[in-house]
T-cell receptor, first 117, second 110 residues
Framework: KQEVTQIPAALSVPEGENLVLNCSFT??????LQWFRQDPGKGLTSLLL?????REQTSGRLNASLDKSSGRSTLYIAASQPGDSATYLC????????????????FGTGTLLAVQP | DGGITQSPKYLFRKEGQNVTLSCEQN?????MYWYRQDPGQGLRLIYY???????QKGDIAEGYSVSREKKESFPLTVTSAQKNPTAFYLC?????????FGPGTRLTVT
């Protein structure tokens, strides 16, 4: 059974610091991995999508990496800002036995990030 | 303005009443989903639909029902059979295996 873990559960950093959020998954048979941001009481905003064949994706100050064989992904945030404060969730999409995509996304419980001004 | 809308943002109901949560999308996505989010837990899949007039149970479908009569709409009914209905409910749709979410509805049942 696929399990997704995010460590740490909470993180507080001073403004301007670079930081890394971690996501690990137990079954490497994934189709893709998606990083989301969630502000309090709001829906999820997609940040980055990495296909299983890719090693990383970048968007602005964000860089996500994927190491399928070790079951790990990281989200790197450069030059953090108070506006980056939110909960960050990763989710893996399972693949079928023939390598296609299933409809199933398995979510981690998130990392609550606070960037102090 | 393309996106997913959920209404209402907050919903209060008495125990024993059924309640329907609305989800509409104008993204022309075929697949739509309902998730439930509880504090300290990841999102859990309730139901999903890959195409109009078809839907499948997710991991926690008991006490819920859905319909998909139109591509744009995927309403979720929380029935009185759902033992712990108070939660944050999120609707999503997907295109090319990338998922997009609505703003959510917080349901409180007392």
């Amino acid at each position: 059974k696929q399990e997704v873990t995010q460590i740490p559960a909470a993180l507080s950093v001073p403004e301007g610091e670079n930081l890394v959020l971690n996501c690990s998954f137990t079954d490497s048979a994934i189709y893709n991995l998606q990083w989301f941001r969630q502000d309090p009481g709001k829906g999820l905003t997609s940040l980055l999508l990495i296909q299983s064949s890719q090693r990383e994706q970048t968007s602005g100050r964000l860089n996500a990496s994927l190491d399928k064989s070790s079951g790990r992904s990281t989200l790197y945030i450069a030059a953090s800002q108070p506006g980056d404060s939110a909960t960050y969730l990763c989710a893996v999409r399972l693949s079928t036995s023939y390598g296609g995509a299933t409809n199933k996304l398995i979510f981690g419980t998130g990392t609550l990030l606070a960037v102090q001004p | 303005d393309g996106g997913i809308t959920q209404s209402p943002k907050y919903l209060f109901r008495k125990e024993g009443q059924n309640v329907t949560l609305s989800c509409e999308q104008n993204l022309n996505h075929d697949a739509m989903y309902w998730y439930r989010q509880d504090p300290g837990q990841g999102l859990r899949l309730i139901y999903y639909s890959q195409i109009v007039n078809d839907f499948q149970k997710g991991d926690i479908a008991e006490g819920y029902s859905v319909s998909r009569e139109k591509k744009e709409s995927f309403p979720l009914t929380v029935t009185s059979a759902q033992k712990n209905p108070t939660a944050f409910y999120l609707c999503a749709s997907s295109q090319r295996n990338e998922q997009y979410f609505g703003p959510g509805t917080r349901l409180t049942v007392t």
